[in-house]
């Protein structure tokens, strides 16, 4: 098996440390640790005189990174900033971190490589395992209890809502028809009968029919866009004047949200849009690394006005 360290390659490495203008001595927050591959970045331009602090929800990923910048810290010695990690949702980060104290925040909202390949953790139809689904494995209702437990109305609609899916009421009824579904391979199974006949389209794959239901049930276990929407509302608060946010987005709901919120703080006047258009992969990135192909990064600054 190909070690961690090796299988996760952060996306937009170079353009997210640029944009969030890491300088030594300041204080800066990743929202979405995974391996730590952003933040291990940050954590060599801060110095030993800044502060890093992290968070995330999936224990194993937490025990990673602080693993991986225990490391860190062994090589820079004394150059390394202090750093602290929180086991938590970042919806939670206003628990942590007091108003207008941070010089940056960066949040990836994609599922890391970590928990793709990992056949146990349920979040991918590539490699047979449980549904399960879950961020943080120790709490909430797993995909399974909502594949065989929801009602079919109940799974349309999050299918359609969640996964943009417009034959959502067709795959609703072949799941409910098809219950109980244990794994992720039935439940793919499932998906491919239901689905019509896949055609490319300009050269390209199909996508297969499970790619957005997959996405609908992980983003519904998760609650992943009432804590993106949470995340979001609360940043401004949490930057410095001049503090930079930079997100990092893998589907369309993802940076739909982000670009409104950017928008919305531009508007309020306490938010300067660095972005005018999302910055994504170049050609060489995503041939080293094919999951970068859909990131967007957008990036605003936290303008002079009193905070709130």
């Not at 001049?242 to 531009?266: P, Q, T, W, Y």
Request: hydrophobic share 40%.
């Amino acid at each position: 098996m190909v070690p961690s360290s090796e299988r996760h390659v952060p996306v937009l490495l170079q353009d997210a440390i640029r944009y969030l203008n890491v300088r030594p001595g300041k204080t800066y927050a990743d929202a979405t640790l995974g391996f730590a591959g952003h933040a291990a970045a940050i954590a060599q331009e801060l110095g030993g005189q800044g502060r890093l602090i992290g968070f995330d929800r999936d224990p194993d990923a937490l025990e990673l990174a602080r693993a991986r910048l225990q490391s860190l810290g062994d090589l820079l010695g004394p150059q390394m900033p202090q750093w602290e990690l929180h086991g938590e949702e970042f919806s939670a980060m206003s628990r942590h971190i007091a108003p207008g104290t941070l010089d940056g925040l960066l949040a990836d909202f994609g599922v890391s490589s970590m928990q793709l390949d990992s056949a146990h953790r349920g979040f991918s139809f590539q490699a047979d395992g449980p549904l399960d689904m879950r961020m943080n494995p120790r709490s909430g209702a797993t995909a399974e209890q909502v594949v065989n437990q929801a009602d079919e109305k109940v799974l349309a609609d999050l299918i359609y809502e969640f996964g943009e899916e417009r034959r959502s009421r067709r795959f609703a009824r072949a799941i409910v028809r098809a219950r109980p579904i244990k794994t992720t391979a039935q439940l793919a199974k499932v998906l491919s009968a239901a689905a019509p006949a896949m055609k490319s389209e300009r050269g390209r794959h199909p996508i297969h029919p499970a790619t957005r239901i997959f996405q609908a049930l992980r983003i519904y276990v998760n609650a992943e866009l009432n804590e993106i929407q949470a995340l979001l509302q609360a940043a401004p608060k949490l930057l410095k004047p001049g503090g930079r946010l930079v997100v990092i987005s893998f589907h369309s709901l993802e940076d739909r949200l982000a670009k409104d919120a950017l928008r919305e703080g531009a508007r309020q006047g306490v938010l300067e849009v660095l972005t005018r258009k999302p910055v994504t992969a170049s050609e060489e990135e995503t041939d080293r690394n094919p999951r970068a192909r859909s990131a967007k990064l957008r990036a605003a600054e936290r303008t002079e006005t009193r905070q709130e």
